[in-house]
């Protein structure tokens, strides 16, 4: 019989057409990123609550936004918002560096505890506000923001190569769209994706 698992993967594959997104999908265990007293809803496909007031995203956006990245395996990655640290592990097994930034240090903390003991090397948790990006390992081939900002900050187009794909939820508080831009000549050119839901991105 099909397990709850297989069948979330099955679902959320038929959404997509990056084989190499549905190879990291199958081999990244949701549950294993989801506090205890949630666990029985890992293999949902909606957003859960990991505490300190913040959700793991649904599984299929998360598949879908990650698709949009357009991932190479040498890419270096910045994500802003680690939250439970389950869109890290993905980037981890599609490119060949991920640096992701957190700014409640609780959150910060039990990823990387997670993706350390699942045995993630190439993954650097840091704790900060990730809005101002990390300048120290730009540019990256893809930035992905997974909280909800009024703009694309300045820092983060900034620290994005040549090429490189910008992914962001930008809106208030109550609606919001999913943003791509790409960098040309030193120019994001922006598309509007999908409507979406977002925590706030909270820039100090
Ligand atoms: N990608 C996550 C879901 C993130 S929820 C996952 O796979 O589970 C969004 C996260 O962004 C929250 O944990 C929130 O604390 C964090 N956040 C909000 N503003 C931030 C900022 N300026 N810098 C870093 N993290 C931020």
Redesign the pocket.
Known sequence: METARQKLNEYIKSQLTDHRVEIAIEKVDRKE?IPSDQKDYAYMDVPLP?GCS????QPSL?AWMTEQLELKENDTILE????????AALLAELAKEVVT????PE?SQRAERILTKLGYTNVTAMTG???KGYPAKAPYDAVIV??AGQNIPQLLIDQLAEGGRLIIPIGGPIAQEIIKGIKREGKLTTQRLLPVRF?????E
């Open positions: 990123f990991i913040q959700t793991i995203s998360v802003v918002g680690t939250g439970s640290g389950y869109q930034i957190e700014r409640i959150l506000d990730g809005s997974t909280a925590v706030p991105l909270i820039e």
